[in-house]
Nanobody, 128 residues
Framework: QVQLVESGGGSVQTGGSLRLSCVVS????????IGWFRQAPGKGREGVAV????????TYANSAKGRFAISLDNADNTFYLQMNSLKPEDTAMYYC?????????????????????YGQGTQVTVSS
């Protein structure tokens, strides 16, 4: 059974930084789509950053470009989201996810949200 557990969320002020972690068990992260997604109150889930682990190809939402960075540590079966220059509009529940259907992240620039396995989420709150 695949399990993903997020950590690292919290409350910060505008301009602050957070590093989210996602520990994965029950599968390896080789040749997978992995990613970070978020959902603010009253809004749908949106993709923030995804990576194809095969070649480390990354895709970012426009709102995340230049501020967020997704990374992967295969040895620890963990991936991360470094978030800098946080803004109040980044406030949301953040989820990590993985999927073995590599076509979901390998090509193009669309951030799909229909990943197979999601974690429970970690809250990020940015105050002004």
């Amino acid at each position: 059974q695949v399990q993903l557990v997020e950590s690292g969320g919290g409350s910060v002020q505008t301009g602050g930084s957070l590093r989210l972690s996602c520990v994965v068990s029950g599968t390896t992260l080789s040749e997978k789509c992995i990613g970070w997604f978020r959902q603010a109150p009253g809004k749908g889930r949106e993709g923030v950053a995804v990576m194809y682990s095969g070649d480390r190809r990354k895709t970012y939402a426009n709102s995340a470009k230049g501020r967020f960075a997704i990374s992967l540590d295969n040895a620890d079966n963990t991936f991360y989201l470094q978030m800098n220059s946080l803004k109040p509009e980044d406030t949301a529940m953040y989820y990590c996810a993985a999927d073995e259907a590599t076509w979901k992240c390998q090509y193009g620039s669309t951030l799909r949200t229909d990943y197979l396995d999601y974690g429970q989420g970690t809250q990020v709150t940015v105050s002004s």
